[in-house]
C-alpha cells in the first residue's frame, strides 16, 4: 500500500488539464484551510456543529444509524437479506445536538448524514467556505456528511469526486479500477447508499474468505486527511473512507456525471445480453465492443461511410446522442 500523490494546490485550469488527464487520485493539502467552518472546529467540535446550525434551514435529511455493536461499520446483515443499520430522518441540527450528547461515550452507536445537499440545507454554506476547483461552471454538486466514527464501505462513484475535510480525521483507501476482480463486488442492485460495494473490509481483511483481496491490498494507495486537506478521486476508482473522531465534518463535491447511467447500465445490459452466451458469441461480441468502444480507433470505426451516414456511429454530438436514444427506444420498446 502507498500514499497518494501529493500535489501543490493547482488553479482550475492547470486541473483540467494537467492532473485530470492522468486519472489517478491527488492529495492537496491545506486547500480549504482558511474556511469558516474550519476555523470554527479548531476552537472546538461544538463550535464546528453550531456553525452548521446557524446556517441550518430546518429541511430533514437522511440518516444512518447502526448499533453500537458494528463499531461504526455500515454494511449487510449476516444473511445478506438486509443491512445492520437502519434509516432516519432528521435536521442537521438534530443531528448536531445528538452528537454532542454521544461525543463521550465509550461505545456509540454509529450515525451519520451523508451527501446532504448544501444548498437546500445549508444556505449560504457554499458561498461562506468556496471550493476554487468545484465552482459554478463546474457543474458540481456541495454535499456535507456530518457524523461521528464511521466507515464507508469501499466503494466507486459514477463521477468524479472532490472531498474535503472539514473537521476531524478520515482515512482513505483506494484501489483502482483494474483491482475490481480481486474486491469480490456484492450485489450490483442491492446496495448500502446507490453504487455497489466490495465485500471485504479493508481494516480487518478474511483472507481465507476472500484470498485475491492480497492482490488488491497490492495496488492500494491511502492518505490520511486532516481539515482543510482535500482529495480528488477519479470516476471508478474505489475507495473506503473510515472517519475516526467522535465528530465529523466531511464536504464532497461530485462532478462531470455520467449522463444516464453512463456505462454502468451498459454493463448491467450486457450482462443481460452477452455474458451467459457460448464462448465463440462472447467472444464475437468481445471484437465488436474492441472495433466501436475500447479500440485505440474506435473512435474512428465509422470513418469510411459519408459523415451523414455515420449516425449512432458518428463523433459525439447532441444530435448523435439523442439518435442513440431514439434507436435504444425503439428496439428496447419492441417498435
Known amino acids: 500500500m502507498t500514499p497518494v500523490e501529493e500535489i501543490a494546490t493547482p488553479d482550475r485550469a492547470t ?20 474556511w469558516p467552518v474550519i476555523e470554527a472546529g479548531r476552537s472546538s467540535p461544538s463550535d464546528a456543529l453550531a456553525y452548521l446550525e446557524r446556517l441550518d434551514s430546518g429541511a430533514p435529511t437522511d440518516l444512518m444509524v447502526a448499533p453500537a455493536s458494528e463499531k461504526g461499520r455500515f454494511f449487510y446483515s449476516p444473511d445478506m437479506r438486509g443491512f445492520n443499520f437502519r434509516r432516519e430522518k432528521a435536521t442537521l441540527s438534530q443531528l448536531a445536538q445528538h452528537l454532542r450528547r454521544i461525543e463521550k461515550e465509550d461505545e456509540p452507536i454509529g450515525i451519520y448524514a451523508g451527501a446532504t445537499a448544501a444548498a437546500s440545507h445549508l444556505p449560504g454554506f457554499e458561498r461562506e467556505n468556496a471550493f476554487a476547483l468545484a465552482d459554478a461552471g463546474s457543474g458540481a454538486t456541495t454535499r456535507v456528511w456530518l457524523g461521528n466514527a464511521t466507515q464507508v464501505a469501499a466503494h466507486f462513484d459514477l463521477s468524479d469526486n472532490f472531498a474535503v475535510v472539514a473537521l476531524g480525521r478520515r482515512r482513505f483507501t483506494l484501489f483502482p479500477p483494474d483491482a475490481t476482480g480481486d474486491l469480490y463486488v456484492g450485489p450490483l442492485d442491492v446496495t448500502l447508499a446507490g453504487q455497489p460495494v466490495s465485500m471485504v473490509d479493508p481494516l480487518a481483511p478474511d483472507l481465507e474468505r476472500y484470498p485475491r483481496f492480497a492482490s488488491a491490498q497490492e495496488k492500494a494507495q491511502f492518505a490520511e486527511l486532516e481539515p482543510g486537506d482535500a482529495i480528488y478521486i477519479p470516476t471508478l476508482w474505489w475507495h473506503h473512507v473510515q472517519a475516526t473522531a467522535p465528530i465529523n465534518i466531511l464536504v464532497n463535491y461530485w462532478h462531470n456525471d455520467a ?12 450482462i443481460l445480453a452477452i455474458r451467459d452466451q457460448p464462448r465463440g458469441q462472447r467472444e464475437a461480441w468481445r471484437a465488436w465492443f474492441d472495433h466501436f468502444v ?7 470505426a465509422a470513418d469510411h461511410l459519408p459523415p451523414h451516414a455515420r449516425t449512432v456511429t458518428g463523433p459525439p454530438s447532441p444530435q448523435r446522442d439523442e439518435m442513440i436514444r431514439r434507436f435504444l427506444v425503439q428496439v428496447l420498446g419492441g417498435r
Do not use: N
Not at 485530470?20 to 480549504?32: D, H
Not at 449522463?259 to 450486457?270: K, W
Open 15 to 34: 486541473f483540467e488539464h494537467e492532473i485530470r488527464p492522468q486519472y489517478s487520485p491527488v492529495v492537496m493539502r491545506g486547500l480549504a484551510k482558511d
Open 259 to 270: 449522463a444516464r447511467g453512463g456505462g454502468f447500465l451498459a454493463l448491467i445490459h450486457a
Open 294 to 300: 475500447f479500440g485505440e480507433d474506435a473512435p474512428q
